[in-house]
């Protein structure tokens, strides 16, 4: 018969036993360990609402160049339509709203493929500079569209010739049109094709193996002793 052996003392741990603990709490990481850093956001968001007011000149040379003039016509005495069941009155918005989204639509994916990363600030960024190259185009329109002097325009044309009307963008919520459309082609290609966050780290004790439990001591003819 041998004496029964008394098992190894455990290190003592202050982690507790219970599997239905609660996790520990996982550390965040630093703001620019997975992006280009909060200044250089600031830098290329400048530099898009920059660009972005640049290219406004472009739509306003084309709206100026595509926008369906309005023909006027004068009797000596008043200026009326020449054609008063045309449609070219509305030509003008919708000629900027189709030209905008257009514009709007190539801004915002040409942000996503240079600045992949994106951030709240190039967000922003797209909204303000989208908004700004609107008014950008919509007062280039009005400077070398037609000119506003009408009067002065039907004494230089004469009595019974036709003249275009000025270039006017009477719905002013077109200058939302290249924003909106810069926003949601932008987040549709970031949530398509943008970089994804790493997986947070496993908690530790959760997916960790058990560790293993310690031999209770048996008495000589095998049997497993009770707690003394």
Known sequence: MTAPHTPPQQPHTNQPSDPWQAPPRVPAEPYAAGGPGLATEV???ALTVLGLAVTGIVLGVLWVWLTPHVP???DGKSVFLDDTEGEQA???DGTFILLALACG???GALVFLLRRHGGIPLVVALAVGGL???VVAWRL???FGPGDDVVARAKAAGEGVAFDAPLELNAKGALLAWPIAALAVHLALTALFGPRDPEPAQAAGWDAPQAP???QPKD???TPQGPS
């Open 72 to 74: 006027l016509i004068s």
């Open 132 to 134: 700004l190259a609107s």
């Open 90 to 92: 509305i030509g003008a």
């Open 213 to 215: 439990q310690p031999p």
């Open 220 to 222: 000589g003819y095998g």
């Open 43 to 45: 830098r290329d968001a």
């Open 105 to 107: 639509a190539v801004t």
């Open 141 to 143: 329109g009005l400077v």
